[in-house]
């Protein structure tokens, strides 16, 4: 009962991850990805990150259950990528991304310590456990606070 309760009234956290099988060069996919992301985000109270690289995805999305729930539908039939793994399906307490309809960070060489972090050595998400996922994204969120 209160699950249900949390879930219907309070803020929803779902981490997946994906695979771009889309046409054409993916660093501009993920730029037209994100400025669509941040205008429909808006509109429904959803934010979150988006982390690219390797051709893969890494997204954490927030905000009122139902408009996680029908944001993320739409994500799923996204013939751009593929192999969607959720990692991550739970309400939350509160959000942790809430300056960004979607942030993004595309990993690039210099990335190596992060990943190290947390203990990766390639960028490989859809193998992420629940925990390291998170603290995968949290960790590239709080550079740009720490940068802002
Ligand atoms: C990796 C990835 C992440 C996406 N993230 C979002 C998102 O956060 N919000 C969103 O509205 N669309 C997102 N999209 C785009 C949607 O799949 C979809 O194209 C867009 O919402 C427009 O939907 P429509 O064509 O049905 O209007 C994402 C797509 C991909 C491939």
Redesign the pocket.
């Known amino acids: 009962m209160l699950e249900f309760e949390e879930g219907r009234k309070g803020l929803r956290r779902l981490i997946y991850s ?1 695979r ?1 099988v ?1 046409e054409g060069d993916f660093g501009e ?1 993920v730029r037209a ?1 994100v400025a ?2 941040i ?3 808006r509109l429904v109270d ?1 934010t ?1 990150f ?1 982390l ?1 690289g390797e051709g893969l ?1 890494l ?1 954490w ?1 927030e905000g009122p259950a139902t408009a996680v729930e029908e ?1 993320f539908a ?2 799923a ?2 013939k ?2 593929a192999d969607l793994v959720t990692i991550a399906d739970s309400p939350a307490e509160r959000r942790r991304f809430r300056d960004w309809n ?1 942030g993004q960070h595309r990993l690039g060489a210099a990335d190596q310590a992060l990943l190290a972090e947390v203990g990766l050595e390639v960028f490989n998400p859809a193998g992420l456990e629940a925990d390291r996922a998170e603290r995968l994204l949290l960790r590239v969120g709080e550079r740009y606070l720490r940068s802002a």
Do not use: K, P, Y
């Open positions: 994906s771009f889309g996919a990805i669509t992301s205008q429909n985000n959803v979150g988006l690219a995805f997204q999305l944001t739409r994500i039939r996204d751009r990528h979607m």
